[in-house]
């Protein structure tokens, strides 16, 4: 019996291989009928017998091709055949909306390297060589639909070879867009610091050797330009943070093999995994004390970040090359990152040597992904290149088109139509007018590449963010336009629900820096029972002055001053502790004087600023380069039996207060305990007043669920513990995992609450 089967499959299914593999799948059954794309994703039609299509769908669905994600398959069984005469593909119908995904960007595929270093290959040593499977996507794309006249490599006409491929359904590179070879693709250049070509034959033979020499290079890479250099020679790392204004973060690093990694960090399986995925994030690793990593590369840290060659330009450029490299963001301190060459030259002239750059425009800036295992789990901390713009898929469905213009800092925005939320690539700091301009030129952008047209448009309560006077300002152009206010923890718990495919009420509990509270407070250890729909509050650190606000949050020992003298009065002031012995009690003075003002006072719940107070005290560190410094230090000390912690009062309200916390680290102190005891019994105390407040919301609530977000759970120690004795006392925790638990997650879950209100 011959019967005729309509299918339809949804998810990333273009610009990936799909057409071809369907092909080659129906030729293999020897089953009849066509395969196009639409704007709802593949659809197939075949005829034959009905056993073998089934044989033909299973097929499908088990060993789809590698960049593919099927989200749903729709078919439509037994109509009537139609007597295709054999099985083709045929041309897209470009018509309607576009509803598929468009892939992310992906590192190098296996055939391709296989290619690379192929002497007969006719891509031999090419560095732009790519294919369905693999290479530039989102960071290329102009416009829709995906095709090459819509991305930047428009810019190069294929050679007949290349076209030959194209257009061969059976062919590894069937309409790979970035398609090229070293007859008609994209070529490197090897500059010097004033932009001036260096002639030379190989420009990665010289680029490495200048880099073994000691030279700080610029690197164009997929979605932007990185800085390298030998990440074992002291004297160069250090060259570089210094001409990068003494940027204190740590720089991530590259390695050829996830053996050459292991030389300077313990890696487990998970991690070995998450390094070699094809979304290539910098992986947060455990360092091996002594390995020979310069000591500027991440200073006072326990971690290091590294990250897998993803180009053909990274794979060559380590060969025969067992160093590990220095690969950090092209850009001046809190810059977005160079991508295209000009600006790269004008803006790193002063910092890099050389340059090795290439004339494939990059459209779309996206910095590196970064990501870690906790607790056996990825977590994601920066979703960025690799990932975006792929779609999270929620649990419910968006009523009306969603625009959530996220928080601060780590921004990023997200676009939610139906079941979808199109989260963005890391935008970055919203501090300063060019990371303005990437925030309004991504949302512009992604609206065109996914046809949105937000009706609804969410944004943080804070009333100075950037983004919070963006989606006012959209507003006033356009009255039709809805506005939806956020509260920034709030969306910190619905961001984590989303993120688990969750909904229905949890104990939500989020603790990060700061974010504007509804009562006009700076809140950041915030305890709720909360939904979608709303967030009631049920306990929070108690509210402390920040001396100077801002300039709190970068002196961390102005926190742990106001902490002493809340707990002890004045009194702290005769304390023999090296903290207070070292204070400059003139700037105390005049900054007691201020709070007794309240002038430029705000009082912040924040565990944020607890941790810096902590760290203060125990004497780690006094001012901060980067955001969470102190807070980072104070989890990399930590060591020793953690069960003995400290213990926070909690008021009958829900109000926590740390005074007995800061007392007994000022006893331990004056004891002579060692500082990382004294930091591990903190974090103790800690994940047991989470526990505590949640065993009491069961108590009352009844509910079982408890959700951790925001930034602060990005520390490893408190995350595990956390989770360790929620899940001990039976709970079922939740936490972030394809989403960051910080601010970079804010905008997925202002979608959300925006829906459901
Ligand atoms: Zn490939
Ligand atoms: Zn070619
Ligand atoms: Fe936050």
């Known amino acids: 019996m011959q019967t005729r089967t309509l299918i339809t499959v949804r998810g990333i299914v273009q610009g990936v291989g799909f057409r071809p593999f369907v092909y080659t799948l129906a030729r293999k059954y020897k089953l009849r009928g066509r395969v196009s794309n639409d704007t709802a994703g593949v659809v197939i039609e075949v005829e034959g017998d009905p056993c073998i299509i089934e044989r033909f769908l299973a097929g499908i669905l088990h060993s789809p091709p590698p960049l593919a994600h099927i989200d749903a398959v729709e078919r439509r069984d037994n109509l009537l055949p139609v007597n295709f005469p054999d099985f083709r593909i045929d041309a897209s119908t470009s018509t309607g909306l576009p509803q598929t995904p468009i892939s992310p960007d992906i590192a190098t595929c296996s055939d391709c390297l296989n290619e690379l270093f192929g002497p007969s290959d006719r891509r031999y040593r090419y560095p732009f060589i790519n294919c369905t499977n693999c290479g530039p996507r989102f960071s290329i794309i102009e416009g829709i639909p995906f095709d090459r006249s819509q991305t ?18 059976l062919d590894r590179r069937f309409h790979a867009e970035p398609i090229a070879c070293p007859d008609c693709g994209p070529e ?177 800036r996206t910095d590196d992904s970064v990501a870690a295992v906790r607790s056996g789990k990825t977590s994601s901390l920066r979703r960025s290149r690799g990932y975006a713009p792929m779609p999270i898929r929620t649990s419910f469905s968006f009523e009306r088109q969603i625009l959530a213009c996220g928080a601060e800092l780590k921004n990023t925005f997200c676009i939610a139509r139906g079941e979808y939320a199109y989260l963005s690539h890391h935008i970055g700091d919203l501090k300063n007018v060019e990371t303005l301009r990437s925030f309004t030129e991504g949302i512009e952008h992604v609206k065109r590449l996914f046809d949105l047209r937000p009706e609804v448009v969410a944004f943080d309560l804070h009333p100075q963010y950037l983004s919070t006077k963006y989606a006012r300002e959209l507003a006033l152009q356009d009255n039709a336009l809805e506005l939806v206010g956020v509260q920034h923890h709030h969306a910190h718990i619905a961001s984590c629900l989303a993120d688990n495919g969750a909904e229905g009420e949890v104990i939500g509990v989020a603790m990060d820096g700061l974010g504007f509270g509804s009562d006009g407070k700076l809140w950041g250890g915030e305890f709720f029972v909360a939904d979608f729909r709303c967030a009631e509050r049920i306990a929070h650190l108690d509210y402390i002055p920040m001396p100077g606000g801002a300039q709190a949050v970068r002196e961390p020992w102005r926190m742990a001053a106001v902490y002493l003298h809340r707990a002890m009065g004045s009194e702290f002031l005769n304390l023999q502790l090296p903290f207070v012995e070292s204070l400059d009690r003139k700037t105390w003075q005049y900054l007691s ?75 331990d102190l004056l004891d002579g305990r060692p500082a990382p005891e004294v930091s591990a019994s903190f974090h103790a105390a ?13 108590d009352g609530r009844g509910l079982n669920r408890v959700a951790l977000s925001g930034g602060v759970f990005q520390n490893a120690l408190l995350f595990e513990r956390a989770t360790l004795r929620l899940a001990e006392a039976g709970f079922e925790v939740l936490t972030h995992h394809r989403v960051p638990a910080n601010d970079g997650g804010i905008s997925l879950g202002q979608a959300a609450v925006a829906n459901a209100k």
């Open 686 to 698: 800690v994940a047991e007043v989470i526990l505590r407040i949640a065993l009491d919301a069961r």
């Open 188 to 364: 490197l250049l090897l500059l010097d610091a004033r932009g001036r070509a260096i002639p030379c034959s190989d420009p990665i033979a010289d680029a490495r050797e200048l880099i073994c020499r000691g030279a700080i290079v610029a690197i164009k890479g997929l979605g932007g330009v990185h800085l390298s250099c030998n990440a074992l020679d002291a004297a160069v790392v250090e060259r570089l943070r210094q001409r990068k204004f003494r940027e204190g973060k740590p720089f991530a690093m590259m390695a050829k093999s996830v053996n050459e990694i292991a030389k300077y960090c313990n890696i487990s399986p998970a991690e070995a995994e998450l390094l070699s995925c094809c979304a290539r994030p910098i992986v947060l690793l455990d360092r091996t004390p002594g390995a020979g990593i310069a000591q500027a590369v991440a200073p006072g840290l326990r971690t290091l970040g590294f990250m897998l060659p993803y180009t053909p330009v990274h794979h060559l450029l380590f060969e025969g090359l067992d160093l590990p490299l220095v690969m950090t963001s092209g850009n001046v301190s809190d810059e977005p990152i160079c991508y295209e060459n000009e600006d790269a030259l004008e803006r790193l002239g002063e910092i890099a040597d050389y340059f090795l750059l290439n004339n494939r425009r990059i459209h779309m």
């Open 593 to 667: 004087r201020m709070m007794d003002a309240r002038l430029n006072c705000p009082e912040t719940s924040s565990m944020g600023r607890l941790f810096d107070a902590v760290a203060a005290l125990i004497n780690l560190r006094g001012s901060i380069l980067y955001e969470a410094q102190a807070a980072i230090e104070l989890e990399t000390i930590a060591e020793g039996r953690i069960a003995d912690g400290y213990e926070f009062d909690i008021d009958f309200d829900g109000v926590i207060r740390a005074e007995p916390v800061i007392c007994a680290v000022v006893d």
């Open 152 to 169: 930047t490599m428009r810019d190069f006409e294929m050679c007949r070879a290349c076209r030959s491929e194209y257009e061969n359904p």
